[in-house]
């Protein structure tokens, strides 16, 4: 997966996350033998890294982000997330796809206590749903690293610093499969980066933005960073 660092537009639309077509197959709608899916999966990888600014201390910050239950569902909006267990959320992300081909996938997520100021996230299975023609691997962690740089309103000033190693495995409609598997490949990939460009962008906002007010501290929008975003064929953060 190719993974670069250009800058998205944030997500207006308050229903789908995401949502793209492409105009490489026609509108025609395609048979149940067309539809039937495909045994092998394609599988789409990418290896993303980032970080979210927060003006306070790694205590402080700590504190917030052990509280999930008080801002992840708030934060998370327009997804839909739902309690699943102690610390788990079933996530929906939103309607997305190519070809003519859409998805609207939901995953669960097991948010880790924190481990020395360390937070992972890993998939967990939802209660009663079998997800339709593909599966989701979501591998995250999240480290809290405190910097003495002074700011206009803090003397404090913690970054979120994280990665993630995803992994998804579609099953495609056989009407998929008759297309080129480089094509379907690079498109797949294409999309996979972007979806996850423009949710961290969403949610790193949101968070922000509830975090400082939390705190009273006042929080203004930066214009728009190029976070460093890499691939690693064999990362070792989540080993």
Known sequence: MQANSADHQPIENSNPILSVTSGLVDDNVPTMEESAYHAEPTCFHGYYKGCMDMYADAETVAKYLDVHHGWFRRCAHPMKAEPLGENGYALTIGRFGSF???????????????????????????????????????QAALELVESNAETATTAKLTQVVWELNLEVAVQFPRFIQALPKSLVQTTGDRLLNQIVRQVSRCLTHK???????????????????????????NPSAHN
């Open 100 to 138: 003519g081909y859409e998805v609207e996938p939901k995953v669960g997520l097991d948010l880790l206590p924190q481990d020395q100021g360390v937070y992972r996230i890993k998939t967990i299975p939802v209660p009663g749903y079998e997800a339709p023609g593909y599966d989701v691997d979501f």
């Open 207 to 233: 968070v922000q933005e509830d975090f400082h007010s939390s705190i009273n501290v006042p929080f203004a929008k930066k214009p728009r960073r190029k976070y460093p975003w890499s691939r690693s064929q």
